[in-house]
Structures are given as structure tokens and as C-alpha cells.
């Protein structure tokens, strides 16, 4: 068996927006940076921890972890929706986790966005190139399991995947503080509240009215005219510290307002890296290889990719 992590920030801005050409260069480096480390490693099987914007995941059922045995993209911001190639380790993943405590669903028919999508799409070109088990955490939609619970999420689905005879990449998507105009609940007009509580299957028309008003609160953002919370690079650099640290533990001592107040709404994508680190950790001591970050306005995002793999 071996693990190996790849953790970065995903912006459907990056791909369906119009970021200047020196920052898109910059990042398609760093991203690159890890697709080099992932072609080296060659993973037989990826594991996805990634959240969902409303699209998969609604208010009338939110469970905080889920873990696909079938998947599909819902096609936001022009993402792929190529059915993901589920393989039978995905039961048995749930199997595991379900067992170790930690309280997953399971999904049948997981519909994901551009945050599980994206980094399959940049690593892999395809999402159906790999072998690909799907897991969920709930990174928008308040209120928010305790990031112990999240840690205790990862290091069960780590247990499990160390068992393997095969070379396995983690991955987590999202964060790192960032504030894009999605809906909350305790603020929504009608039609996001409906949006929140179901919205599964919008028409064209409400899709691409969503997806303009991120594309133009990000134009905003980036001319400092945009009414959504500023990007915290001091909150950013001091969590990659603790993900380069090994010492995951310390991921229990983030509290979910404290989060929000500091780096914005969309900060608890970061519960991903927590995952993927987490599973990254029952391998034993492992070193990051690789690490990029720049705030980023044009991207409504602290853009981070990381690399790492145990120590050997
Ligand atoms: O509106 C959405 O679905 C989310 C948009 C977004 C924008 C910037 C960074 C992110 O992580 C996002 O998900
Ligand atoms: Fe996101």
C-alpha cells in the first residue's frame, strides 16, 4: 500500500471566468507542479474529499459526510459530467467508516459540482481517467460538524486505504478563505431559499443567473467594489502551516464560527485538507513536497495547492 495527498483550492472561476493572463499563468504552474508529483506516483485509485455549492447537496437532507458509489457532475459552470468510474472499494471505504464511528452516508447517486470536479479535471484531464471514490463534506451549509469529527472522518478512510495493495492519492478541494455570493440560508431571498432547501436540477436559466452573479461579484471583488468578506492570507499561511506541521490534532482547535468570522463563509472547504491530511497521517510522519499560495481576487480565493507523501 502507499498514500500520497494532493490538497488545492478550486475556483469555477479559474476555468469559466476571465482572470488575467499573469495570474492564470501562475496557477496552471502550480498546478502542474502537482501533476507532475501525481503522473510520478501513478495512483491505482484516488480518493476525492470535496464539499458541494448547493447542487448535489440541499437543506432538505444535509448530511455532513457522504460517500459516493456511483457519482455524476451536474455540469455547473461548464464542468464535466462524465459519470465517475466508481470502483468496488467505495462500499467497502463505507464499510470501514461507518464501523470506525464515524456517522457517513452513502450515496447511490452523488451529484457533484465544479469543487469535486475541478481538480480531476486539472490532474487527470477527465474525471472517468482514474478510478475515483467520492467523499462529501459539507463545507457550506451550516451548522458544521466539529473539526475533531472531521479529523476522525479522514484517519478511518486513511485505516482502511492503507490496507490496499494499491498506491492511492487523496485528494482534498476548496478553501482556503474566500466569501463567494453563495446563498445562506438566515439571509436568502425566496427563490435561494427554495435554491437551498432543493434545487436539484435548475433550469439553464437559473443556472447561468448563478453563475453571472459569481462571475460578476468576482469583477467586483477584484476592482474592491464587492460587498462579500475580504481573503485573510495571515489565517491562510498559518493553516498550511498546521496541515505541513503533521501534527493533525491541532486541526481539532478550529471552531467553525471562529472560522466564518475570520476568513469568510467558504472557509470550511478547508474541512477537505483536513480529511485528506487526516488519511494522510495513518501512513505515518509524512513531509509536504510542494506548496503554492497567493490571495487571489480574481478567484474569490487564497489559492493553495499542496503535494505531500509519508516520510520513507
Ligand atoms: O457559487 C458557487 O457555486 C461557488 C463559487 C466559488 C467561487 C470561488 C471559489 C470557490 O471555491 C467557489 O466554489
Ligand atoms: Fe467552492
Redesign the pocket.
Known sequence: MSLALVCMS????FSAGEPPDEIRADVEAAVSVAREFVDEYDPELVVAFAPD?YNGFFYELMPQFCIGLAACGVG?FGSDTTPYRVPAEAAELAEAVITAGVDASVSLQMQVD??AVQPLELLFGSVAAKPVIPVFVNSVAPPFAPMQRVRLLGEAAGRYLTTLDKRVLLIGS?GLS?D?P?PQLNTATEQQRALLLNGRNPSPEVRAQ?EQR?KAAAVAFAAGEADIQDLNPEWDRAFLQVCASGVTRRFDDYRAADMTEAAGH?VH?VRTWVAAYSALSTAGAYRVTSSYYRPILE???GFAVTTARPVT
Open positions: 478550486h475556483s469555477p472561476l455549492h455547473d465544479h469543487g476548496g474566500h463567494p453563495v448563478r459569481v467558504s472547504e478567484l474569490i480565493a
